[in-house]
Structure formats: structure tokens, C-alpha cells
């Protein structure tokens, strides 16, 4: 469970937005400037609100009364970005231990084949981050945050970057993940298709506020954008 | 070859363990306040920027007369460092190196500083979502990414206190063996009859060691940025 009441000044953007979600995906929908990304930010301990609480299952992350303010670090949130962010000085391998080392866990031979496998990534493990492609970057980094086995996973448009025939072949990764794996999700898009095919309870946030909250029926299904994007994947070939 | 006097030797040896030293010590220094002055706000801020810069600007005299006052044997930390911890600066090689570290310091910071300014902070902000703390972001993130800055400082900043002369001998004077460079060797030989020889000799030497220190300065920078670079 995922409790959100926070507000916070960014500029000329209030944030302004409570929501409690029991969803396996957590969808956060909106337009770009509506406070998305930041209200990501604010869950993964990286911005800090001017008020409010955060708190996942029975854990308060936040809560600006009692002044608590867990360090990111401390959080156990998995953060998929949508630019990959991984580390140019280290492998995939490393790339992919990372977390492990700085939590200071043993290595768990069964998990990390598991998750390797799960996002199909055994072929790039000895590859140096210059030499994969934007799909296999974001597969990386996806898995790169389930290791550190985090009890919620933020995805901040994961497939942002990529065409749609890339956001095709991830999809399918993570439909799995949020079966196979059991963490809970905040999913953060401008599709609707991407959260209608994730089953995400759907937040939709306009200018810093919440405009809607419900099932993923409150999405709008007639936008254009989406629209076209839908009939380009629906036509063979495609994925 | 050059026909390099056992004296000759005893100057050239002695700038590249001054060079070394003052180079080694001022590094994790330099690193630490480049880290503070690229990374961090705090009161005073420009203070320190300026007074890391003042070497750079100061008459290297002023600088070297400045640390006899402060670190000579009746200075006001040199006697305490010399009464409480037995470390004495004043006319022994020691000092040339301190000299040279605070002469040298600049140009060494100046680079780490920039190369840190250059390091993407959403790759530090990755980090602490997987779970390093601050200062573990530091060491397998920032520091790595920044090598090559740290490494173009580092060679700077030893081609400069190689190169030291005004401050470290108004500091330490010219002794040879203890505090004679290979500067202050040329300096001597220029003054007396029949020098030419010899200074020429230190001269080549001298250009020999820089050229060295850039062209393993460049193969360095150059392996690092590429690892930087994923490749």
C-alpha cells in the first residue's frame, strides 16, 4: 500500500496531491509539467516535500510534522529512469551488482540468474554500457533495481526514449514483472496504452493536483496521440 | 649521453622527490575541497576560493616569506609543530615540498573542481536509489568519473612544484642536498664562471622530466575517458 500527501512549491508549480493506492501498478498519468517525475522524486527520497507524509505499506518514509525524512538510500526503492542512467564506468556486470555491494548483501546466485532471466539479458552481462542499445539499456537498468530487491518500484517513463517497436519489446518484461515478482509499482506515463495493458490504478495529475483517481477506464482513450499509437501497433510486424 | 655530476644528481633526485611528495600529499587535499567547493554551498565560500587562487596571483617571494613567518622555527606554527610533533620545515627538504605543495595547490585543484562540476548527477542520484550512502556515491561514482580531471591536476600541479622556485627559496633558502631543486642548481651555476656546462645539463634533464610527466599525463586522461565513456 502507497500513501501520498504531500505539497510542495517548485517554481510556479504547487504540488498539491494525496492519494492512497492498493494497486500492483500505481499508474501516474498526466501531461509533461503536471509534477509527475517530481512526485517521483519526492516517493524515492530525492526531493523532499515542504509538507506531507509518504509511507509505503507501514513504513512513514515522510512525514514533515514528525520531522522524518529517510535518506533515498535508505528507502529500499527500486528508480527505473527513463534516460537508463547507468554507470558508464562499470559493466553490465557491475552495473548489475551494484546494489548488492553497497547493501552490503551476500551474492544470491538463484536470484540474480533469475531476474537475468526474466528480462532476458544473459547475452550482454560482459558488454561495457557504450555498446547497448536504448531498449537493452532501460532492460539493464530494470534489472539493476529489482536486485537491490526493493519493496516498490518506480519507473519514471521507462520507455520514453524509445520507438515504438522498442516500447513493444519491453512491455512484454514488465507485465511479467508485475506477476512474477510480487513489488508493488508506480508506473509513470503519458500513454495511456502502456497503463491500460499494465492494469495500473491510475492517478491523473493536471498542474500539480490530482484530477482523477480510479481504475484504468478513467484513462482517455480517444486522444489522438494514443490513438495513432495504437493503430501502429496493432499493424503486423510490429513487436 | 650528458656527463650528469654526482652533485648534478643530488639536485634533480631531490626536485623529483619534492615534486612527488608535495604532489601526493596535496592531492587528497585538493580532491576534498574541489568536492566541497563543486558540490556544496556553505558560508565563506568564496573566501576559500580566492585564498586557494591567492598563490597563483601573490609575488612567489611574498608567498615563500609568508610561510618562513608562518612555518620557520619561531613561526606561529612551525614552533608549535616543532616543540609538539618534532616536524621542523624551516631549510630542510620538507619545507621545499610544503612550498611547493601551496605554490602548486591551484592548478591542481582546478581541474579536479572542474571535473567534478562535469559529473552527471542523476548518476549519483542512481546511486543512492540503489543504496549508497553519500559517501559511498563518492567513492564508486564521482572520484571514478572524475579521474581524469584528477589525474590532469595531479600532473599540473607536479610540473608547477618541479618548476618552483621563489617561494621555496625564500622559504628554505638554497642548500645543496637538502634543499637545492634542480631551479635553484641552475639559478647557482648561472651565477659563477663556467656554469653554462652544468646548467645546460639541468636544463635538458629538466625537459626531459616535464615532457614525460605530459605525455603520461595525456595516456592516462586518455584511457580514463574512455572507460567513461563505456566503451
Known amino acids: 500500500m502507497l500513501r501520498v500527501d504531500v505539497r510542495k512549491q517548485l517554481g510556479n508549480l504547487a504540488i498539491e496531491v494525496a492519494f492512497r493506492s492498493e494497486g500492483r501498478v500505481t499508474g501516474l498519468f498526466g501531461s509533461s509539467g503536471a509534477g509527475k517525475t517530481s512526485l517521483v522524486n519526492m516517493i524515492a527520497g530525492l526531493l523532499r516535500p515542504d509538507r506531507g507524509v509518504i509511507a509505503v505499506g507501514d513504513d512513514i518514509l515522510d512525514d514533515t510534522s514528525a520531522g522524518i525524512h529517510l535518506a533515498p538510500h535508505r528507502r529500499r526503492i527500486g528508480y527505473v529512469f527513463q534516460d537508463a542512467r547507468l554507470f558508464p564506468h562499470l559493466s553490465v556486470t557491475q552495473n548489475l551488482d551494484y546494489g548488492r555491494r553497497m547493501n552490503g548483501v551476500t551474492f544470491d546466485r538463484a536470484n540474480q540468474e533469475r531476474i537475468v532471466a526474466l528480462l532476458d539479458i544473459g547475452k550482454l552481462l560482459s558488454r561495457r554500457t557504450g555498446q547497448l542499445s536504448g531498449g537493452e539499456r532501460q532492460r539493464v537498468a530494470l534489472g539493476r533495481a529489482l536486485l537491490t530487491q526493493p519493496r516498490l518500484l518506480l519507473l519514471d517513463e521507462p520507455l520514453g526514449s524509445l520507438d515504438a517497436e522498442r516500447k513493444a519489446e519491453i512491455l512484454p518484461y514488465l507485465i511479467r514483472?508485475?506477476?512474477?515478482?510480487?513489488?508493488?509499482?508506480?508506473?509513470?506515463?503519458?500513454?495511456?496504452?502502456?497503463?491500460?495493458?499494465?492494469?495500473?490504478?491510475?492517478?491523473?495529475?493536471?498542474?500539480?493536483?490530482?484530477?482523477?483517481?480510479?481504475g484504468p477506464e478513467i484513462l482517455p482513450g480517444a486522444s489522438a496521440d494514443a490513438l495513432a499509437l495504437e493503430s501502429r501497433d496493432r499493424s503486423p510486424g510490429a513487436g | 649521453m650528458l656527463d650528469i655530476s654526482p652533485a648534478e644528481w643530488t639536485a634533480v633526485l631531490l626536485?623529483?622527490?619534492?615534486?612527488?611528495?608535495?604532489?601526493?600529499?596535496?592531492?587528497?587535499?585538493?580532491?576534498?575541497?574541489?568536492?566541497?567547493?563543486?558540490?556544496?554551498?556553505?558560508?565563506?565560500?568564496?573566501?576559500?576560493?580566492?585564498?586557494?587562487?591567492?598563490?597563483?596571483?601573490?609575488?612567489?617571494?611574498?608567498?615563500?616569506?609568508?610561510?618562513?613567518?608562518?612555518?620557520?622555527?619561531?613561526?606561529?606554527?612551525?614552533?608549535?609543530?616543532?616543540?609538539?610533533?618534532?616536524i621542523v620545515f624551516a631549510f630542510r627538504w620538507t619545507g621545499a615540498a610544503l612550498a611547493c605543495g601551496?605554490?602548486?595547490?591551484?592548478?591542481?585543484?582546478?581541474?579536479?573542481?572542474?571535473?567534478?562540476?562535469?559529473?552527471?548527477?542523476?548518476?549519483?542520484?542512481?546511486?543512492?536509489?540503489l543504496g549508497a550512502a553519500p559517501w559511498r556515491v563518492f567513492w564508486t561514482v564521482t572520484l571514478p568519473l572524475a579521474l581524469p580531471g584528477v589525474l590532469a591536476g595531479m600532473v599540473l600541479g607536479f610540473a608547477k612544484a618541479i618548476g618552483e622556485f621563489g617561494a621555496t627559496i625564500t622559504f628554505v633558502s638554497n642548500i645543496p642536498g637538502e634543499t637545492q631543486t634542480i631551479s635553484a642548481a641552475i639559478y647557482t651555476l648561472t651565477?659563477?664562471?663556467?656554469?653554462?656546462?652544468?646548467?645546460?645539463?639541468?636544463?635538458?634533464?629538466?625537459i626531459v622530466i616535464s615532457m614525460i610527466a605530459l605525455v603520461a599525463s595525456e595516456w592516462f586522461a586518455r584511457r580514463a575517458t574512455q572507460r567513461l565513456h563505456g566503451i
Open chain 1, 177 to 214: 514483472l508485475r506477476d512474477e515478482t510480487g513489488i508493488p509499482m508506480v508506473y509513470v506515463s503519458h500513454d495511456p496504452k502502456e497503463l491500460r495493458q499494465l492494469e495500473a490504478q491510475v492517478v491523473i495529475l493536471r498542474r500539480g493536483r490530482v484530477d482523477a483517481f480510479g
Open chain 2, 15 to 86: 626536485s623529483l622527490k619534492v615534486g612527488i611528495v608535495a604532489t601526493l600529499v596535496a592531492t587528497p587535499i585538493g580532491i576534498a575541497i574541489a568536492w566541497l567547493l563543486a558540490r556544496h554551498n556553505f558560508w565563506g565560500k568564496s573566501a576559500v576560493d580566492a585564498l586557494i587562487y591567492l598563490p597563483l596571483v601573490l609575488p612567489p617571494v611574498v608567498t615563500g616569506y609568508l610561510l618562513l613567518l608562518t612555518f620557520g622555527r619561531r613561526g606561529l606554527v612551525g614552533g608549535w609543530l616543532a616543540d609538539y610533533l618534532g
Open chain 2, 102 to 129: 601551496i605554490m602548486s595547490f591551484p592548478l591542481l585543484v582546478r581541474p579536479i573542481r572542474l571535473s567534478i562540476e562535469a559529473v552527471d548527477r542523476r548518476l549519483e542520484q542512481a546511486a543512492s536509489t
Open chain 2, 191 to 206: 651565477q659563477v664562471p663556467d656554469g653554462d656546462a652544468a646548467a645546460l645539463r639541468l636544463v635538458a634533464v629538466s
